[in-house]
């Protein structure tokens, strides 16, 4: 079983993508947390967009560049939530919480929160043996709303977002790539 099932089994929204990579397992796992927000290709422009031109505080939403985006993600409200090395890396967030809803400290913690008015969105990067000394990347983000308001805010979302978040998806795993395959 894969880690990211372990936190979201039960989803309304997902999106999968993947890529080829020929290098060492090992080298793609570190490429993973490397990668800077250079490295992927639109994703300043995407964020820009996504926030409307805005300035904002540092996140993902507004990375430094030269900094690995797992990082920035996990300092700045992604909850890192499962790190095998070399296998599988998963981290959450809480996109959608009431007034109240405390943000979960642990990995325990965000599995077990099931308030109404929640969504959960939960995103891994996976390393699978590809054959033919390649290896198959992929990132699969998963959302689950706790209760049918919550899941409509986030569909209305999800309409306006998904098409750049897919983007940005595809353009991180072949900066992953990229750097893996240079080493």
């Given at each position: 079983?894969?880690?990211l ?36 290709t ?5 964020t ?10 540092e ?8 900094e ?9 409200g ?33 599995k077990?929160?099931?308030v ?18 390649s ?47 240079r080493?």
């Amino acid at each position: 079983m894969n880690r990211l099932e372990e936190f979201a089994p039960l989803y309304q929204f997902n999106e999968l993508h993947s890529v080829r990579i020929r290098a060492p397992q090992a080298a793609i796992y570190r490429s993973i947390k490397e990668v800077t927000a250079a490295e992927v290709t639109f994703l300043r422009a995407l964020t820009w967009l996504r926030r409307l031109g805005r300035a904002s505080r540092e996140s993902v939403l507004n990375p430094p560049s030269d900094e690995p985006l797992l990082g920035v993600a996990t300092r700045t409200g992604f909850l890192l939530l499962a790190d095998d090395p070399e296998r599988e890396l998963v981290v959450g967030i809480l996109v959608i919480a009431p007034a109240g809803v405390k943000r979960p400290a642990t990995p325990e913690q965000f599995k077990e929160l099931a308030v109404s008015g929640v969504a959960k969105a939960v995103m891994n990067f996976r390393i699978e043996d590809g054959g033919g000394e390649s290896w198959l990347l992929s990132t699969e983000t998963r959302v689950h709303a706790t209760d049918a308001s919550a899941q409509r805010r986030f569909a209305r979302y999800w309409t306006v977002i998904r098409p750049g978040s897919g983007l940005i998806r595809r353009m991180w795993l072949r900066a992953i790539k990229r750097r893996a395959e240079r080493r």
